[in-house]
């Protein structure tokens, strides 16, 4: 634990500026709007799902603007016909995606529940990476980080770019279960000395490696 946090000091420096600039309060806003989505519908959360499901192996920003130009079309639209919005939307993988969404709808009445019911926040990623098509570990993190969740890292490879840069890890071939646990211990480690938790500074490596705070 003490070298690693001795290698991610320039990294800790980095952050303890940024919590100090602007951008603090931009971290803090979109947080609070993750933890307002604790509480909405189903149907809410469940577009928020589907949003994960774009994002997977495909641009964030790019998925955003998908998401807002679709909105209730995840919960009615045929396969087909959102297969066809998202190829004239851009969407890299339009009809794996749809398939993945539409068969994710049976979710979609019992997903406030679910959430809200568990005690164990481990269980309930595993049966979100292992029950919905299309999101492994990674956008089961993503969405759980969306839905107000504050302790599960999002290991993208903007995070891992950022994590190379600073020497904290050798850029894996692969990102398996495994090394995605190991990792994620790691920045649990660098958020606690940053006095932050995994959600907030997900946002503030976000930044570091691209300029912009998304979701």
Not at 53 to 78: H, P, T, V
Not at 133 to 160: C, P, Q, T
Request: aromatic residues 8%; hydrophobic residues 40%; proline residues 1%.
């Amino acid at each position: 634990m003490q070298n690693t946090l001795v290698s991610a000091k320039k990294l800790l420096e980095e952050i303890e500026m940024l919590k100090k600039s602007s951008i603090k309060k931009v971290v803090e806003t979109r947080i609070k709007q993750f933890e307002e989505m604790r509480n909405k519908s189903g149907s809410e959360l469940f577009k928020e799902l589907a949003y994960c499901i774009l994002c997977a192996n495909f641009n964030a920003e790019r998925s955003m603007n998908i998401q807002k130009a679709i909105d209730d079309g995840f919960l009615c639209w045929s396969e087909k016909r959102l297969s066809q919005e998202l190829k004239a939307l851009g969407h890299r993988f339009p009809n794996t995606r749809a398939k993945y969404i539409v068969e994710a709808r049976k979710y979609v009445d019992n997903l406030e529940s679910i959430i809200s019911s568990s005690n164990n926040k481990q269980e309930l990623r595993e049966w979100l990476a292992a029950e919905i098509k299309g999101i492994g570990i990674k956008e089961a993190s993503h969405f759980l980080r969306n839905v107000g969740f504050s302790d599960f890292a999002i290991i993208d490879f903007h995070i891992i770019n950022v994590l190379v840069k600073h020497r904290l890890i050798e850029e894996p071939r692969t990102l398996t279960k495994k090394r995605y646990l190991e990792i994620e211990e790691m920045l649990k480690r660098i958020a606690e000395k940053a006095g932050l938790n995994l959600a907030e500074l997900d946002l503030y490596l976000w930044f570091i490696e691209t300029g912009k705070i998304l979701k």
